[in-house]
């Protein structure tokens, strides 16, 4: 995950704009997913994160799309509780080494 925190403004249907901190992204088979957390919600951490697909459209821009396939967001959502296991498994590791110091 980087250090700078990165925001991205999306419009909902009804033409409202909302931030959003990435979090992190993932590639889960070939396809890549977007973990976002809305910015009002960061500072207590009390939101709810979401996960878009990331796409293209038809002019080749990058689109966010939500997930609809159930399967899908099974598998996506496995990656990425693997992804913050696997980041909590290198922190405890991390302590570890420091108290060893």
Not at 26 to 40: F, G, M
Not at 61 to 87: F, P, Y
């Amino acid at each position: 995950m980087a250090d700078q925190e990165n925001t991205i403004v999306l419009t909902d249907d009804e033409g409202q704009e909302h931030e959003f901190i990435v979090v992190d992204m993932l590639n889960v088979e070939d396809d890549e997913y977007a973990i976002l957390l809305p910015a009002e919600s960061a500072d207590n951490e009390a939101g709810e994160a979401i996960v878009l697909k990331i796409g293209l459209d038809d002019g080749g821009n990058e689109v966010l799309s939500e997930i609809e396939d159930e399967a899908e967001w099974n598998r996506v959502a496995r990656a990425w509780e693997e992804a913050m296991d696997a980041e909590e498994d290198e922190d405890e590791d991390e302590d570890k080494d420091e108290e060893e110091e």
